[in-house]
């Protein structure tokens, strides 16, 4: 017989095409490894700036003719500023090169005012006199952009001269100017509490507006040094003389009581402010503390709670700047130092130091760029850039105490309708229900992957595995976006209407089959082999029917007779597990449809690659075709089924669309099967269109992606170690 032998040129073609694959295939394999590193390059580069230290330098100092400073207030340009000290003058100062614009004394040249409220975000300061009677004077400013060059001329208008009290000795005074009506609160000498209310009406027909002026008396509550309203004119804050804290509740839902929220203490309280939005009380302590306070439901009823304390300084404080940006502040002590922090985050941004001044008032520029330093006869400009003050680790994986809540918890909540608002940006509820969404998927698809794949591989017959096996993997490319519509729209809703059915399904199924592969078994033997190959299959689809149909029967009787007609309700009355439309079960079933293809394919070609010489071997000794399966194959094809489990955890941590469409996207910590959640993928799906490039919400779910690539690459990699033990470990099989 002749045999071939190949040339030379044909050796050499040969080995040269083995080459050019053997390139290919290496260069391929490097691509792909360097575009996931350059993705996770690019990933960490958009995260580290979230923890870049807050830059504060000093920018512009000058000296000021005037005295102690008590406030400060700035044009939205930062082009001009206005002091205010203690002898009621407002002098308006260019900065640039800190020339006095103009010099105004609203009560008078003379005349030292007793008490000083201040309205920070209008811009309007109350002067309380001897005599008791208050001016109100307002600060307006020209637009930026009018003007030659925008040049801004600043206005000082006196607005309110109110006479209420006059004869009455005041020791503190508290304004706020809202739409349409200011509020004014002035602590008497002699002890208590008035309340002025300034209501502007316009009549609708000649356009004439008449003003009106509202009194109340609030409970005493001791002798009070310091006032201060909130942004809502909802809430009234007091400081005693004996350092102890009271506040009133204005908004009208209950009478106007005094409430006592810190005892009498030795740490005197030397400066109050509000944070933006009004909801958080700022308290600095002679000890150099700043503290949080803030209203919190607690034993059934709203009290001003302590939520954090900020140890700055060694010194008293002397001032409080509140940013009218975010939930952050400047303040300064009676030695000269600086510290910037943020009260969510409780981070301390920055601390600096000036020297050869005592500073008595500081103020954070309108668009947070900038904060003044002001002390007798000198002011410090300086530069602030901190484009992430809101974010910390405590902050994105710990628990937060926000305002209102009434204890710290895990919230992710990225935006609100004002301004004002608190971001919460706890990663934790994305990672739990993460988590949730992939076990709740995989309870459903791992048996019935990897025992379908059992069967089909090791019991059915071939004419039927030619048919079945690929069916099963065409049902991986159906558009994840289709099976979460199909969930959102159809199963849920028929999912709630028919859970008796579903409860009952769960048990008489698994019943049925095994039932049937019992009344397969009782054929005699002679039988069975006469019938064509794969009859079994018709016994297990009958008692699959049979199941269904008596789950179908059985499911309106059992909710009547064992939960009272109301299945839904009696979870959520009995055991406490309120049902959602869009739960985990839908979204575990439509998960599941999508990830059982996955694991299928993967675990029968494990079954299938098991060596016919161990099935042959552990057959002729006597065992079963099941005991054969059970302890020789499937621990050989361990390892592999291993690896398909994991490749469908990976394919269920990155589901977006079902997710995004099944379930509620409640971000919520709860492993009711019954509850909605929101994942990681999911959260970045909704959000990202709506995060500013660059900006703090924008970076985190950056953050959110990059937890996602770890989270998928600890688990391969866990999971590829765990699959070379089991291959060693079943080698010798």
Not at 711 to 725: G, S
Request: glycine fraction near 10%; aromatic fraction near 8%.
């Amino acid at each position: 017989m002749a045999t071939y032998s190949p040339s030379r040129a044909g050796l050499r073609r040969r080995h040269a095409a083995d080459w050019a694959a053997a390139l290919l295939v290496r260069l391929g394999g490097a691509i792909i490894v360097l575009s996931i590193l350059g993705i996770f390059a690019f990933i960490v580069t958009q995260v580290l700036p979230l923890f870049r230290p807050a830059r504060v330098e000093l920018k512009l100092q000058f000296d000021a003719p005037i005295g102690e400073p008590r406030g400060l207030f700035s044009d939205p340009g930062g082009k001009h500023v206005v002091e205010l000290d203690r002898s009621g003058q407002l002098t308006t100062l260019r900065l640039s090169d800190g020339a006095v614009v103009a010099s105004v004394a609203p009560l008078g040249e003379g005349r030292r005012p007793l008490a000083i409220g201040m309205a920070r975000g209008r811009d309007e300061v109350a002067l309380a006199a001897e005599d008791g009677r208050i001016v109100v004077a307002g600060i307006t400013w020209d637009s930026p952009l009018g003007g030659e060059n925008g040049h801004i001329s600043p206005q000082i208008n006196t607005l309110e001269t109110l006479d209420a009290l006059q004869g009455v000795r005041l020791d503190a005074l508290a304004l706020q100017s809202l739409p349409g009506r200011r509020l004014l609160a002035a602590a008497r000498g002699e002890g208590g509490v008035t309340l002025l209310t300034l209501v502007h009406e316009e009549n609708v027909f000649t356009g004439e507006i008449t003003a009106r002026l509202d009194r109340r008396e609030l409970p005493d509550a001791g002798r009070l040094r310091r006032l201060e309203i909130d942004d809502a004119g909802r809430r009234l804050y007091g400081v005693r003389a004996d350092e102890g804290l009271v506040w009133w509740r204005l908004d009208g839902t209950e009478p106007i009581e005094a409430q006592l929220a810190a005892p009498p203490s030795e740490d005197a309280v030397t400066a109050v402010s509000m944070l933006i939005g009004g909801r958080s009380l700022l308290v600095g302590r002679a000890g150099g503390s700043v503290e949080v306070w803030f209203e919190a439901e607690q034993a059934g009823r709203p009290q001003l709670v302590l939520a954090r304390t900020f140890d700055l300084f060694d010194a008293p404080v002397a001032a409080l700047a509140p940013s009218r940006r975010y939930k952050a502040a400047f303040a300064a002590s009676a030695s000269g130092d600086l510290s910037f922090f943020h009260s969510t985050s409780e981070r301390t941004l920055w601390t600096g130091h000036v020297d050869g001044a005592v500073p008595t008032a500081l103020l954070m520029a309108p668009k947070g760029d900038a904060a003044l330093v002001a002390a007798p006869g000198r002011i410090d400009v300086f530069s602030v850039d901190a484009p992430h003050p809101e974010v910390s680790l405590g902050a994105l994986f710990g628990r937060v105490w926000y305002e209102g809540y009434p204890a710290p918890e895990f919230v992710w909540q990225s935006s609100s309708g004002t301004d004002d608002f608190e971001p919460k940006l706890s990663l934790v509820p994305l990672l739990f229900g993460t988590i949730k969404g992939t076990l709740y998927s995989l309870l459903i698809a791992v048996p019935l992957a990897v025992f379908g794949a059992m069967y089909v591989a090791q019991f059915m017959a071939p004419e039927l595995r030619r048919i079945v096996k690929p069916v099963v993997e065409v049902m991986a490319s159906m558009p994840s976006v289709v099976l979460g519509f199909l969930a959102g729209l159809w199963l849920a809703p028929r999912l709630a209407a028919s859970l008796p059915v579903v409860l009952c399904g769960l048990v008489l199924l698994p019943l049925g089959s095994i039932a049937s592969g019992a009344a397969w078994g009782l054929f005699p033997a002679r039988w069975r082999r006469r019938l064509p190959r794969g009859t079994e299959v018709v016994f297990f689809v009958g008692g699959v029917l049979l199941s269904g149909g008596l789950s179908f029967l059985l499911g309106p009787l059992v909710q009547q007779v064992a939960f009272g007609g109301d299945l839904l309700g009696w979870f959520g009355t009995t055991l406490g597990l309120p049902y959602d439309q869009r739960n985990a079960v839908v979204v575990g079933i439509a998960m599941g449809f999508a990830v059982i293809p996955i694991i299928f394919a993967i675990a029968e070609d494990a079954f299938e690659n098991v060596p016919e010489t161990l099935v042959s071997a552990s057959l002729a000794l006597g065992a079963n075709r099941w005991q054969t399966v059970t302890r020789v194959v499937f621990p050989t094809a361990s390892p592999g089924i291993f690896s398909a489990i994991m490749v469908g955890f990976g394919r269920a941590v990155g589901e977006t669309m079902i997710v995004l469409m099944a379930t509620g996207n409640t971000p919520i910590l709860d492993w009711s099967p019954f509850s909605g959640f929101r994942s990681l993928s999911a959260n970045i799906a909704v959000e990202i269109p709506e995060a500013p490039q660059g900006a703090s919400l924008y970076r985190v779910l950056f953050l959110a992606a990059l937890a996602l690539f770890v989270l998928t690459f600890v688990v391969n990699t866990m999971a590829e170690l765990v699959r070379h033990r089991l291959r060693r470990r079943y080698a010798s099989l």
